[in-house]
């Protein structure tokens, strides 16, 4: 009977993480699962439940039974863009478009989460689970003003960008020993990617403000997690994961919608490759004592990989552009995570933790489509034990400094935007944001 009932557990999980469809608010996560995301995820030496099958796979060998983890991410972006203007434009009147302060306009973003894993014989443990390494879904506004002019001079850049990776993850771990275990897993992913625009052409009124789109997605790609965990006293733990690249070839198509003469090629085939890079993540646990833990990670991400790209047409779209090149030249990024836990009573646990996040993005390529800046965020959450059945609980904060991030017309991927106005367009702006998330995850012991 208690075989019958996990076997029929596994079939119904494999079903529903085939079906997830999430979305992320950044180029990496927020989180996944509430007690992760309590902890900053700084928990490579200490992640016990089904998601560690992405922190360290090793951790599977923590849990001596069946566990069932179910709950989602919530995340609600606010970025905010002061005095965006573009000079030195010849077609347009004085040169200029703007100033004009913009507020994004993304929705709340839901990210569910689902996992489980069990124990499979002496030392093994296998676990399986759904979730979203990487994403990204910002919105603008994409009115036009009475001057002819988008409200938001920025909409012809992007006004709506995104790339999410959608992944299930199974995965195998061994307990070697008392003090070392090792993990792995192999995560089955799709991919989808896609930018929103308005055409800046001033000079040919059937095109101006006309909406462009390309929608691109892989089906199917794949990557790996490994991850060793030491924990040579009682009182200290260390975790070691490496998170492998994911090559994507992005397909689909880039159309022209509302022009009413005829143009050539309005919708075309449309490809390019944007991988998500390989991560590795260290970090060291401290129990002084059965109540009490502290945990510092830091999470190395080669984001250097990602130089450029370029959305390659299989035909020359509106019978003039036979690709797109987007220069891009990203930073490594060192991520300094920390995490504290109070077991307050046997039903309570109280988890805190901070995240400094630095930018990959310099500035001389930021732009709309990937607006990045250096972030904090800090979490405060609570763990309920009633026995077979816990709920994990987190509220998050993310921001990012006032005028953190500015720009004074170093962006070519900005200015090349207005490159239909003539002249040398200049684009300036000044932004700042901030996020709040919360989580809620649901786990089950059999």
Not at 81 to 107: I, K, L, Q
Not at 201 to 210: A, D, G, I, R, S
Request: no cysteine; charged share 20%; aromatic share 12%.
């Amino acid at each position: 009977m208690r075989k019958h009932l996990l076997s029929s557990i596994v079939a119904v999980f494999l079903v529903a993480a085939l079906a997830v469809s999430a979305w992320a608010g950044n180029v990496d996560t927020y989180g996944i699962g509430a007690k992760n995301t309590a902890m900053g995820g700084a928990v490579s030496a200490y992640a016990d439940d089904p998601f560690a099958i992405y922190y360290n796979p090793a951790g599977l060998t923590l849990n001596t039974r069946p566990m069932l983890s179910v709950g989602a991410n919530v995340i609600k972006p606010v970025l905010r863009v002061d005095d965006y203007r573009v000079t030195g434009m010849a077609a347009v009147p004085d040169g200029v478009v703007g100033p004009t302060d913009m507020y994004d306009e993304s929705r709340m973003l839901v990210v569910p989460h689902l996992g489980f894993t069990m124990p499979i014989g002496k030392g093994f443990s296998a676990g399986i689970a759904a979730y979203v390494p990487f994403g990204l879904d910002i919105q603008w506004d994409k009115d036009i003003a009475p001057s002819g002019f988008a409200k938001n001079p920025g909409a012809y850049n992007s006004y709506r960008s995104f790339y999410i990776r959608e992944v299930v993850t199974p995965s195998v771990a061994y307990k070697i020993n008392d003090y070392v275990s090792i993990g792995a897993g192999i995560s089955i992913g799709k991919t989808e990617s896609g930018v929103e625009r308005l055409l800046f052409h001033p000079t040919n009124p059937f095109l101006q403000n006309k909406k462009i789109e390309t929608d691109m997605d892989d089906d199917l790609n794949w990557s790996f997690n490994v991850g060793v965990m030491f924990t040579p006293i009682k009182s200290l733990a260390i975790g070691l994961t490496y998170r492998g690249k994911t090559d994507t070839e992005l397909e689909g198509t880039t159309e022209i919608k509302g022009v009413t003469i005829p143009v050539p090629n309005q919708k075309v085939h449309a490809k390019t490759e944007i991988d998500s890079p390989e991560q590795i993540q260290a970090g060291i646990r401290y129990m002084p004592n059965d109540k009490l833990s502290f945990e510092a990670d830091v999470v190395w991400t080669h984001w250097s990989s990602i130089d450029s790209y370029t959305v390659e047409f299989d035909r020359p779209f509106l019978g003039a552009i036979g690709y797109e090149y987007f220069e891009r030249n990203w930073d490594n990024t060192y991520q300094f995570r920390i995490g504290a836990e109070w077991k307050v009573i046997p039903m309570l646990t109280l988890r805190g933790s901070y995240i400094y996040d630095p930018t990959p993005i310099p500035e001389d390529t930021v732009d709309l489509q990937w607006p990045d800046a250096d972030k904090h965020t800090f979490a405060l959450g609570t763990g309920l034990n009633f026995g077979n059945v816990s709920i994990d609980a987190t509220v998050q904060y993310t921001y990012i400094e006032s005028n953190q991030l500015e720009i004074k017309g170093e962006s070519e991927n900005l200015n090349h935007t207005y490159a239909n106005g003539g002249g040398s367009p200049r684009v300036s702006l000044e932004a700042d944001g901030h996020l709040w998330g919360g989580a809620l995850t649901v786990n089950y012991k059999f």
